[in-house]
């Protein structure tokens, strides 16, 4: 799914999809599409403290590739979510970031709080969109 | 930390498009709106929108949801450009406050907010005009 497209022409404003993969219950990926904003986070929040009460995991993985919005809501999400699994010591980390929430990580300092791993590669790197 | 000095955004913009938000609900209507007024912006010759509509749309979130949260309704959004900028400026009814940028690490607050912004924008001021507040960003369309 092309998420940036998806932003620019839907007619409706469009919302946070959570999709949880529980194929390894001890690392458990939650992978977002769309906006992690204000209203986005609460979803989030309310699948990660789902997860973590039915599963127990040791690890939590944020999937973050298909989300080029993330503002300072969702970033409070992701830390208190952080603190949530801290709390039943559950590691979460953010894994590979669409490049703007990389950017948006990067300027907050908190890339190695949240054990951000992997992408954060510019779009134009990725082929497709320039000639 | 207070954004340093008050100050007026580029003289010479033009008028592109303004919104007007009562609460954060409408952030997500406003962003669609924002997307969809920057794309269809004709391109200077050596630009392209690139990545812009969504450094656009991160910091009109912020600004807006500051003024929401920490100015007095309404809010407005004025969307406006140069040549070869873009100049987000996001008004409220309060002049007496003044805009904070926190430092890093300060998260749940406006501070981290107006953080974002001045790191994703070319520029960042603020100025008082009669009884508004206006928090403005401007965005650098990057060559092609």
Redesign the interface.
Known sequence: VNT?RL??I?DS???LLVDVDRSDLTRLRVVLAG?L???GAAELSEVVVDVLRRHRPDHIEINLRAV??????G??TL?SCRCAAQLLDCVLTVTDPH??AH??LR????LD?LGVTGAGVP??HLGGLKP | VSLETASRPPDAADDVQQWVLDDVAGLRRLRAGLFEALNGEPMPPDGQLDEVPEEVAIVATELATNAIRHGRPPTRVYLRRTEHTFVLDVADEDPDTTPEVAGPRAPGDGGMGMRIATKLAEAVGWYVDGTSKHVWAEFRIPPA
Not at chain 1, 68 to 73: H, R, T
Request: aromatic share 4%; hydrophobic share 40%.
């Open positions: 940036d932003l620019r839907q404003p469009p919302r906006e904003d204000a209203l080029p919005f993330l503002d300072s809501a970033i409070g830390l490049p703007l950017r948006v300027i907050t300092g908190l709080h779009r134009s």
